[in-house]
């Protein structure tokens, strides 16, 4: 699986960004899929996750209620929708794919097998 992510760039702090990862392959549908974003100096982090079937999602606690985290199967495309965007949200965002989702180890980097190349957000204050 190949996973190329677009939609970061520059906003205001409240501003909204949304985020889409496009996969290659036909087998999209079988992967649970992951955001991670990696800030200067800072190791990289879980923001949000959701089943191959799109039917349960996960979130940071940070994010809760700001992010949210979707697919459409048919477009082979995950987003990450970014409401009242904070400073401290600055980072690379990453999205990434499992053949096998582990409640226990979802926010775990090591348990997602392919990664898209990332992309910037910038919040500005």
């Known amino acids: 699986v190949q996973l190329q992510a677009s939609g970061g760039g520059l906003v205001q702090a409240g501003g909204s960004r949304r985020l889409s990862c496009v996969a290659s392959g036909r087998t999209f549908r079988s992967y649970g899929m992951g955001w991670f974003r990696q800030a200067p100096g800072k190791e990289r982090e879980f923001v949000a996750a959701?089943?191959?079937?799109?039917?349960?999602?996960y979130y940071a606690d940070s994010v809760k209620g700001r992010f949210t985290i979707s697919r459409d199967n048919a477009k082979n495309t995950v987003y990450l929708q970014m409401n009242s965007l904070k400073p401290e949200d600055t980072a690379v965002y990453y999205c990434a794919a499992s053949s096998s989702l582990i409640l226990s180890t979802i926010r775990d980097p090591r348990q997602y097998h392919y990664w898209g190349q990332g992309t910037q957000v910038t919040v500005s204050s």
């Open positions: 959701i089943r191959s079937s799109g039917g349960s999602t």
